[in-house]
Nanobody, 120 residues
Framework: QVQVVESGGGLVQPGGSLRLSCGASGSIFKVTAMGWYRQAPGKQRELVALDSNVDGTSYGDAVSGRFTISRDKAKNTVFLQMNSLKPDDTAAYYC??????????????WGQGTQVTVSA
């Protein structure tokens, strides 16, 4: 069993900042990637930021230059610092983790989502 739990969402004014946190726990052999996706009502889920052991760090075009992902590999945690927030950033933000078991079988895990609302 693996659990992925995120926190840190909320209501913020345009131009403000928020920091999201996420931790993975349970039967983990190796975390190979962690990151963030988001989904706004009526839209598809999209990449926000991803930190991969193999491919490094990548960002969605909509957030590049404003958001920063960081990861503590020893603690299986990932953070998302969001600055200069815009109303278009309003969405449910989901933490993602790609985890290998001891047989090197990879599985994708998702958190329950945390709501970020940017509004005056």
């Amino acid at each position: 069993q693996v659990q992925v739990v995120e926190s840190g969402g909320g209501l913020v004014q345009p131009g403000g900042s928020l920091r999201l946190s996420c931790g993975a726990s349970g039967s983990i052999f190796k975390v190979t990637a962690m990151g963030w996706y988001r989904q706004a009502p009526g839209k598809q889920r999209e990449l926000v930021a991803l930190d991969s052991n193999v491919d490094g760090t990548s960002y969605g075009d909509a957030v590049s230059g404003r958001f920063t992902i960081s990861r503590d590999k020893a603690k299986n945690t990932v953070f998302l610092q969001m600055n200069s927030l815009k109303p278009d950033d309003t969405a449910a933000y989901y933490c993602y983790a790609r985890i290998a078991n001891r047989s090197w079988k990879y599985n994708d895990y998702w958190g329950q989502g945390t709501q970020v609302t940017v509004s005056a």
